[in-house]
């Protein structure tokens, strides 16, 4: 039995904003996995266990570059929101964006190495970085770019924490209020078809759970869990989503009132899917005093 941790606990209610012992007993019941507690509070809580899920902790800036059918999204982390909104860390992030989209580099270390002087650094992107860090006194890190051509771009940044770029035919400004529409609402996919297998899965076990709660007969309970993966299909999928603006109709429809087609969108929300660090303060000091009696 893994032993359960005040900081194993705090991260499941961070996720959850279940209460504390509903968060222990699920991580009990789980052996420890962090994913496997938070799927079992769903099951007992319902869709409240999840609202939180999409929180995150890194900091930093989404930069994008866009001209034409010409663009790139990228993601600069930092380690504190103070340097996010550091001129230089900016400056940096947006050279990166431009970059990515003009050099197309094959990957992480391509771009890292292409040509670029600011604040008396250089010649590479990678010796700017460097050089703020040490100007700075923080790390920072380039973390994932995507780059666009051959199709119509319409972007949105909300900020820069959100950012957002689709792939289109049609309308300019359709399209762009479809790129604040993910900003804002944040679909996994495109369609259904394009939800990913294991989404589905899970969402399916989690009904499944509830509906055998339920009581229910066996083909009332199937009836339930379709019912159940139907509804998550059309709240995570962008054509499916009421549209922001107007919520009478759904995207699609605004899209064919405008003779628009989507054909894909790109959605980075700063350190998505990054673990910060949890420090556990207590047993810090609970460690410290333990190693000083043993010294004594």
């Given at each position: 039995?893994?032993?359960?941790?005040?900081?194993?606990?705090?991260?499941?209610?961070?996720?959850?904003?279940?209460?504390?012992?509903?968060?222990?007993?699920?991580?009990?019941?789980?052996?420890?996995?962090?994913?496997?507690?938070?799927?079992?509070?769903r099951v007992k809580l319902g869709t409240k266990a999840g609202k939180a899920a999409s929180r995150v902790?890194?900091?930093?800036?989404?930069?994008?570059?866009?001209?034409?059918?010409?663009?790139?999204?990228?993601?600069?982390?930092?380690?504190?929101?103070?340097?996010?909104?550091?001129?230089s860390f900016i400056a940096m992030a947006n050279?990166?964006?431009?970059?990515?989209?003009?050099?197309?580099?094959?990957?992480?270390?391509?771009?890292?190495?292409?040509?670029?002087?600011?604040?008396?650094?250089?010649?590479?992107?990678?010796?700017v970085r460097k050089g703020l860090i040490g100007k700075i006194g923080e790390n920072m890190s380039l973390r994932r770019f995507q780059r666009f051509a051959g199709t119509p771009l319409a972007h949105y940044l909300h900020g820069t924490r959100?950012?957002?770029?689709?792939?289109?035919?049609?309308?300019?400004?359709?399209?762009?209020?479809?790129?604040?529409?993910?900003a804002a609402m944040k679909p996994r996919a495109l369609t259904a078809a394009d939800v990913p297998a294991d989404l589905i899965e899970t969402e399916r076990s989690v009904a499944a759970a509830k509906a055998a709660e339920s009581g229910k007969p066996a083909d009332i309970a199937a009836k339930m869990v379709e019912g159940s993966v139907q509804k998550f299909l059309k709240e995570v999928t962008l054509l499916s989503q009421p549209f922001v603006k107007n919520d009478k109709q759904s995207v699609e429809q605004m899209l064919k009132e405008h003779k628009t087609t989507i054909k894909g969108f790109t959605l980075y929300v700063?350190?998505?899917?990054?673990?910060?660090?949890?420090?556990?303060?207590?047993?810090?000091?609970?460690?410290?005093?333990?190693?000083?009696?043993?010294a004594g």
């Open positions: 039995m893994a032993a359960i941790t005040a900081s194993m606990v705090a991260q499941l209610r961070a996720k959850t904003d279940a209460p504390m012992m509903e968060c222990k007993r699920a991580l009990t019941e789980a052996d420890g996995d962090l994913a496997k507690a938070e799927e079992i509070l902790t890194a900091e930093g800036v989404i930069a994008a570059w866009v001209q034409g059918e010409l663009g790139a999204i990228v993601e600069v982390n930092s380690e504190t929101d103070f340097v996010s909104k550091n001129e050279a990166a964006a431009r970059l990515v989209a003009e050099k197309n580099p094959a990957d992480m270390a391509a771009l890292a190495a292409l040509p670029y002087e600011q604040d008396g650094y250089g010649p590479t992107l990678e010796d959100i950012g957002v770029v689709v792939q289109y035919e049609g309308e300019a400004s359709a399209a762009k209020d479809v790129a604040m529409h993910v700063v350190g998505e899917g990054i673990e910060k660090k949890q420090d556990d303060f207590a047993a810090e000091v609970a460690a410290q005093v333990a190693a000083a009696q043993s």
